[in-house]
Every structure is written in structure tokens, then in C-alpha cells.
């Protein structure tokens, strides 16, 4: 990625939704005006999902996502499925095609997102192949209460209007809150404590502490950086202490031992809980480390897909800490990517990154998983004050 781009994670998330055939292809191809997916009249083309990042005037910067069709059929289809069903997790505004007589699958799409409080626009596809244009619209009104967008992907017919239909449809709340929050005002000094282990990438910055960075930029602050052994240097180099230290949750016991008692003290992973998710859960969830035995099943879940290294905060030393807490029989998994419990019950904490790779919608749709489950699920940051016996000292933005 390019330094100039919009992060996935916090673009538009536009999924486009039918079944196998159905033209998803083809008007993804038509709305962009280049050939983004591959069109065939071979039912089940596309396969894995496809995510295409966009710039589109009126939308910004998005990502639209081309599914496997939700009948797709077999072993392998039923993977497809699966895929189809987790794109739809990460989707802000659904694009339903309906195709056929029977619209059953389309509807439980849209059951789907009205559940979820997920915007959607339905569309009739390739309507310059059918002659059941009138009835299917009827269905769509009177099952859905709204009015369809009639396309033909060969002709461009519909393509402005599906444009305005996603104008309209963007979420107020898709825009996720500020990094910082209310933390920090122009003028603010603020220090951010960045170890550069093993776990660093050589010669470049994590995503958290660049947005971040940038965000304090915009906000007309005055920051300063440094490593966790040049903390007192870079302090006395100050005039006045900091109004807020940003560190590395790994080194919170170690900078709370010297912050100044006017500074404020976060970390890049509560700052983006709060920025990508739920802050509020993360934070009440921690306290179920006391009731953890020996017997009991915590999930570490990564939310990025790296080759792991030794010192790894969630593979090794969250899983260290928490054990010299409750015990060497205590059981700790490690799922990575969109990797995550169909059923979250057979865990008694699932603590999760900061989750910088997704976009809020994702983020959001885990919690909710969890919470329905009864299961408590937290943050790497948090659980690492609260292990570290400071979380009650430390900053949110909440």
C-alpha cells in the first residue's frame, strides 16, 4: 500500500450479494468502469470474495467486494459459503441482486442486514434479459417495504441510480470516532513510546502508530517519539510534562513507573479497542481473568496474519503472563485473521489486537457474537494494565 492510500480497515465497505450467476460480476464491472472481476456465464466464477478498494465520487474511498453466489452447492461450495457469510460481517451497505423466480435467498440476505442494522439497496439484475421485471419488483415492495433499482449491466441502464441509492444509504455512524478522541486539543504535547523489538517491521512504523501519528498531526499537535529505554532522556528534554504518553502495551508497567503525575497514559492498542470497537465491553471484560482456572479456555485472537517471531505480545506473552497468574494447565488458542468461534461458549475470555487490519463493522460484529454468547471479550492493551495492576490509572477515549 502506498503511503497516500486510505487504509482498507477504513474505507467503505460495499458488498454485493446474489446467487451464483446472478451478475454480481458484471455490475461491479459496470458500476466501476474497469473489469475489477472476472464475468462468466459459468456459474460459481467467483470464488474466495473479491475486495476492490475505490475511489468513487459521492462514496469516497471504498472497498467493494464481489461474493461467491449464497447457493453455491458441494464441499467446496459450501466454503464458498462460509466466505460469503463473512464478507457479509464486514459489509456497511449491502447490494442485494435478485435473480429468478425464487427469492427466498435473497430475502434472508436482506433479513440478515435489517437485523443487523445494516444498510442495503435491492436490485433487480440484468433487466434487459428478463420479463418478469414487474412481478419481482412487486415481491421486493411488498416484502421489503422498498423500491428496487432496476439494472442491465450490458447497457449501463441503472448504474447512476444505484450510485445515488449508495449515497444515500452510507451510515451516519460508519465514520469511526477519533483516534484520540477528546484526549487532546491543538497545542497538546504528546510522547509516544515506541519499542523497536523483534517484532517491529525494519525500516517502517506499525499501522497504529502511523494513523496515529498522523491524526495528532491534523489535530495541530506538537509530538515527540521515542524507544522505551530513551523515556528518560526524551521527558527531560521537555519543558513541561506531556498532557498525554501513548506507549506500547507491553512496556505500560514500565512507563506508568516514570509518567509524570499531570500525564495522561494510553496505549495504541485501548486507543484503537475504542476507535474500532467497544471500549466499555473490553474494559469490563478483564475482570473475568479472576475467575479463570487451570481448567478454564481463553482464545488469543490476532486480527492480522503475520509470520510469528519470539517475544510475540499475543502468542507468547499474554499467554505467559496470564499462566504465572492462574496457572501452567491453564488452555490459551491463537486464531489469526478473520479466524473466529462459529460458537464462542467454549471460551472463557477471548481477548483480541487492536484490530487495525479491519473496519469497525467487523470489529463491531465479533463483540456482538460474543456478547450474545455470554462470553467476555477484551483487548490486548486492556488485559495487559489489568495484569499489570494499572488499568484503573490508565486513559480511554470513552
Same mark, same amino acid.
Request: proline share 5%.
Given at each position: ?70 447457493? $453455491?452447492?458441494?464441499?467446496?461450495? /459450501?466454503?464458498?459459503?462460509? !466466505?460469503? #457469510?463473512? %464478507?457479509?460481517?464486514? *459489509?456497511? &451497505?449491502? =447490494? ?31 433487466? $434487459?434479459?428478463?420479463?418478469?421485471? /414487474?412481478?419481482?419488483?412487486? !415481491?421486493? #415492495?411488498? %416484502?421489503?417495504?422498498? *423500491?428496487? &433499482?432496476? =439494472? ?247
Amino acid at each position: 500500500m502506498s503511503l497516500n492510500q486510505t487504509p482498507s480497515a477504513n474505507r467503505l465497505h460495499i458488498g454485493f450479494f446474489g446467487k451464483r450467476n446472478s451478475g454480481k460480476s458484471s455490475l461491479i464491472n459496470a458500476f466501476t468502469g474497469q473489469e475489477v472481476s472476472i464475468v462468466s456465464s459459468v456459474a460459481g466464477t467467483t470464488t474466495d470474495p473479491v475486495y476492490k478498494p475505490m475511489e468513487i465520487h459521492g462514496l469516497g474511498a471504498c472497498t467493494l467486494i464481489d461474493t461467491a453466489g449464497f447457493d $453455491d452447492v458441494g464441499s467446496l461450495g /459450501e466454503s464458498r459459503v462460509i !466466505k460469503t #457469510k463473512l %464478507a457479509a460481517e464486514k *459489509t456497511d &451497505i449491502g =447490494v442485494i441482486l435478485f435473480s429468478g423466480t425464487d427469492l427466498s435467498q435473497e430475502f434472508e440476505q436482506a433479513m440478515y442486514f435489517k437485523e443487523k442494522g445494516v444498510p442495503f439497496v435491492p436490485v433487480i439484475s440484468r433487466c $434487459d434479459e428478463r420479463d418478469d421485471i /414487474e412481478q419481482t419488483e412487486e !415481491k421486493i #415492495k411488498k %416484502a421489503l417495504g422498498v *423500491t428496487p &433499482i432496476k =439494472v442491465s449491466s450490458t447497457r449501463a441502464g441503472g448504474i447512476e441510480e444505484l450510485k445515488e441509492a449508495l449515497i444515500r444509504s452510507i451510515p451516519e455512524n460508519f465514520q469511526a470516532p477519533d483516534i484520540t478522541g477528546n484526549l487532546v486539543s491543538a497545542g497538546d504535547t504528546v510522547l509516544l513510546v515506541m519499542p523497536q523489538d523483534i517484532q517491529a517491521p525494519k525500516g517502517r512504523l506499525i499501522l497504529p502508530q502511523v494513523q496515529t501519528m498522523r491524526e495528532l498531526l491534523d489535530k495541530k499537535c506538537i509530538f515527540m517519539s521515542c524507544t522505551t529505554d530513551k523515556l528518560d532522556e526524551a521527558l527531560a528534554s521537555l519543558a513541561e510534562p506531556p498532557k498525554l504518553i501513548i506507549t506500547d502495551s507491553q512496556v505500560f508497567r514500565s512507563v506508568y513507573a516514570k509518567k509524570p503525575e499531570k500525564s495522561l497514559l494510553t496505549s495504541f492498542s485501548i486507543l484503537f479497542a475504542a476507535h474500532k470497537g467497544d471500549i466499555s465491553y473490553y474494559m469490563e471484560s478483564a475482570a473475568a481473568i479472576e475467575a479463570l482456572t487451570e481448567q478454564s479456555r481463553v482464545l488469543i485472537a490476532e486480527c492480522c496474519t503475520h509470520a510469528p517471531l519470539s517475544e510475540d505480545i499475543g502468542r507468547e506473552k499474554i499467554p505467559a503472563l496470564l499462566r504465572k497468574r492462574i496457572g501452567a494447565g491453564l488452555t490459551v488458542d491463537i486464531m489469526s485473521g478473520t479466524d473466529f468461534p462459529s460458537d464462542p461458549t467454549e471460551y472463557d475470555l477471548i481477548i483480541q489486537c487492536g484490530a487495525c487490519m479491519f473496519n469497525r463493522r467487523y470489529v463491531l460484529s465479533r463483540i456482538e457474537k460474543a456478547r450474545k454468547a455470554g462470553v467476555p471479550m477484551s483487548n490486548y492493551g486492556v488485559v495487559l494494565a489489568y495484569l499489570s495492576g494499572i488499568l484503573d490509572d490508565v486513559t480511554t477515549t470513552a
